[in-house]
Each structure stands twice: as C-alpha cells, then as structure tokens.
C-alpha cells in the first residue's frame, strides 16, 4: 500500500501541468461527492426545512430579490 506521504512526494514532482490536470481531478471528484450527498440528503427530506423556511417568509413576502 502507498503511503501518503509517498503520493504527496510523487505530487511535488509532477509537472505544472499535470499537477493541474490531476487538482481539477480530484476538485470534480469533490463536486460529484457533494452533489450525490445532496441528491441523498434531499431524498431522505433532510432538507425539508428549507423549503419550509422559504414558504414562510414568502408567506410573509420577506424574500429578497437576487
């Protein structure tokens, strides 16, 4: 098993533009991890209480403008 210290070793020696393409890697790798979290989370009502604190204060026309 590799050790991390040994991947970050190997990451310093990478050239500028791997080393790019391999941080947009793992920044899309976080985005799909995030986005399949939220996808669980939503489905599961954990965020239910969003909607329903957006519904209350659009009752009460307390909703700003973007």
Known sequence: ????????KAI?????????????WFLERDWAEWD????ADSEAGKLDFLIQEALEEKAKEQLKEL
Request: charged share 35%.
């Open 1 to 8: 098993m590799i050790k991390v210290q040994e991947i970050q």
């Open 12 to 24: 310093e020696s990478l050239p500028r533009s791997e080393y790019v393409q391999l941080r947009e």
């Open 36 to 39: 399949k979290q939220i996808e």
